[in-house]
């Protein structure tokens, strides 16, 4: 079992940056894939970025330029730098790793992006 805990999110204007974080349980050297994905209100939930454990990175086209995930091991733990937030960007935000046979998924954080 793996507890992930997001945080970072919060209301941010058009145009702005946040960073969001999550904290791994364990060291996230031993987890599979880990990633970003969203659920806005009243749709599902989507993928945003993953990083395979082999190595580089996907994201969605929607995101492309904008988002960077990365990782620091040291910390145990998996970023998304979010630039030029958009409205549409507002959703909250879970972090999700593959430990074993299974993805786990944290409670997630809201990211509001208004005026």
């Known amino acids: 079992q793996v507890q992930l805990v997001e945080s970072g999110g919060g209301l941010v204007q058009p145009g702005g940056s946040l960073r969001l974080s999550c904290a791994a349980s364990?060291?996230?050297?031993?987890?599979?894939?880990m990633g970003w994905y969203r659920q806005a209100p009243g749709k599902e939930r989507e993928l945003v970025a993953t990083?395979?454990?082999?190595?580089?990175?996907n994201y969605a086209d929607f995101v492309k330029g904008r988002f960077t995930i990365s990782r620091d091991n040291a910390k145990n733990s998996v970023y998304l730098q979010m630039n030029s937030l958009k409205p549409e960007d507002t959703a909250v935000y879970y972090c999700?790793?593959?430990?074993?046979?299974?993805?786990?998924w944290g409670q997630g954080t809201q990211v509001t992006v208004s005026s």
């Open positions: 999700n790793a593959q430990y074993g046979l299974r993805y786990h």
């Open positions: 364990l060291s996230i050297s031993s987890l599979g894939r």
């Open positions: 990083m395979p454990s082999s190595g580089g990175t």
